[in-house]
Each structure stands twice: as structure tokens, then as C-alpha cells.
């Protein structure tokens, strides 16, 4: 009979187990597709960042034209290198 097979070494335990497996690494994996999905789109770009701090109403124009051309001088440093 089947059920007195050998073969089967871990019988009804293993096939539990391999479903619980299986079941977690599908919620795993919509758990990251979820994350991943989810995740903020914004740039990293700091000349962005503080156009949309300007945008947001965060800081004012000096503030903004400040941070710009300290932004614009570190790069230019940065390429002088």
C-alpha cells in the first residue's frame, strides 16, 4: 500500500512543513513587492530637493538661491578634483 511506502521518509510532517514554507515565502514575496512598490519616488538630486522645499513653502527665496549656489559650488569642487 502507498501509505506504508518507504520512500516517504517524513510522511504528512514533511508535506506541512513544505506548505508552510511555501506559504510564507508567498507572503514574503508580496510583503516586498508591497515595499517595493510603495516606496517614495522622489529624487536624490539636492537641487531638486530644494526646489521642492522652495515649492513647499518651506524656506524663502534667500534661503533657496543660499543653498543653490552652495550646492553649485561644492559640485564644481567636486569636478575641479
Known sequence: MMW?????????PGMVLVMVLFWALVGVGVYVGARWLGRDQTSSDPLDIVDERLARGEIDVEE???????????????RSR
Open 4 to 12: 506504508d511506502d518507504d520512500r516517504y521518509y517524513l510522511g504528512w
Open 64 to 78: 533657496y538661491a543660499r543653498l543653490w549656489q552652495a550646492i553649485e559650488d561644492r559640485r564644481s569642487e567636486v
